[in-house]
């Protein structure tokens, strides 16, 4: 089963007084740390939707294997109109989509596998008696969603889709705690001090140099959906040049034709992956799914877990962060650079 996300970033961040996704938790911004969670559960495709400072943003993120999508008119429209640009792309791609605006990136790996697990048409987690983000939804739902005219926004929406609803029960803070102000930031900045500790993989295809990686394989995705090379490369933040000199190389190294090219006159011509092409794509990711499964099984065998954040009672959903929790921990969980793990392989 196939779960793509959409994540919003279009907004002015007026009452934080920053652009907040490209805030940092430590050495990544927020909206960095929103995608490494969902990469590390396998989720794609991942929509950003992007809307003020679209270009600064767009290139903030042209090597994390994201979709960019801008909505032209984010300053006199909703969040759910920005959310209706990513549905509407995910559409047919997916199983189910995760959505989360681009202010809430301290949610847990375990968290969004807890909610893989359901099967309701949309999922939530709770907190705390307060349900929060990511939310889970079928994307057979996405029709009626992206049809929905009435008041109540995004959630209206959702709940006129379906009486289909789970809550799934969480200790993860991370689902509520957001960045509206710089107290805010601040909140969120301590919680992360206590979450950072976690493996992240890359894995590339290896002959005599690298032969295929996630980066391909991003760009074979979007050749596929959009059907032309250029408009693939506009999405995930590359040049046009850049984008067939990647394929050119990846064909002459492998030794076989990833794209059938199709002339197309005045309509403009098209691309369309091999059947070479589709097969080493499929394989590729089947194979990441399985080398991230067993990395994040046994991780914890090798790793102390992160102690639990402490509630600070003077602010409902505040965080406090004593560093005598960080000391048990045998200092990973502190001021810990992101981990990276790279497993190279030979394609016969």
């Given amino acids: 089963m196939k779960t793509g996300a959409v994540i919003v970033a279009a907004g002015l961040s007026s009452r934080m007084g920053d652009f907040k996704p490209m805030m940092q938790l430590g050495a990544m911004s927020i909206i960095s740390r929103i995608i490494a969670n969902f990469q590390q559960a396998d989720v794609f495709p991942i929509v950003v939707i992007t809307g003020y400072l679209a270009e600064e943003l767009e290139k903030h993120l042209a090597k994390l294997g994201v979709v960019c999508l801008r909505n032209p008119a984010y300053a006199t429209t909703e969040m759910f109109d920005s959310a209706r640009i990513g549905f509407s792309f995910i559409e047919g791609q997916c199983d189910r989509v995760f959505f989360t605006p681009a202010d809430i990136p301290l949610f847990t790996y375990d968290t969004v596998n807890r909610l893989l697990a359901r099967t309701e048409d949309v999922v939530k987690p709770v907190c705390e008696g307060q349900d929060g983000h990511p939310v889970l939804l079928k994307c057979s739902l996405l029709e009626k969603i992206l049809a929905y005219k009435g008041e109540g926004g995004l959630r209206q929406a959702i709940a006129g889709s379906t009486d289909n609803v789970g809550l799934l029960a969480v200790a993860d803070e991370g689902v509520l705690v957001d960045a509206d102000t710089q107290a805010d930031y601040r909140d969120l900045v301590s919680l992360h001090n206590k979450t950072l500790f976690r493996p992240v993989l890359d894995v590339s295809l290896m002959r005599e140099g690298r032969l295929f990686d996630k980066n391909a394989a ?7 959906y959009s059907g032309t090379v250029k408009e693939a490369c506009e999405h995930i933040g590359i040049s046009y040049s850049k984008g067939w000199k990647l394929l050119s190389s990846l064909e002459d190294n492998l030794g076989f034709a990833l794209l059938e090219r199709k002339p197309g006159g005045d309509a403009g011509g098209m691309s369309v992956l091999t059947a070479e092409g589709e097969d080493l794509l499929q394989r590729y990711e089947k194979y990441v799914e399985q080398i991230k499964k067993y990395a994040n099984a046994i991780f914890y065998d090798y790793f102390a877990k992160p102690a639990a954040p402490a509630v600070n009672s003077n602010k409902p959903g505040a965080v406090s ?28």
């Fill in 218 to 224: 991003m760009l074979l995705h979007m050749v596929a």
């Fill in 321 to 348: 962060t004593p560093g005598v929790q960080v000391k048990r921990q045998m200092d990973f969980n502190a001021e810990l650079p992101q981990v990276r793990t790279r497993k190279r392989t030979c394609l016969k």
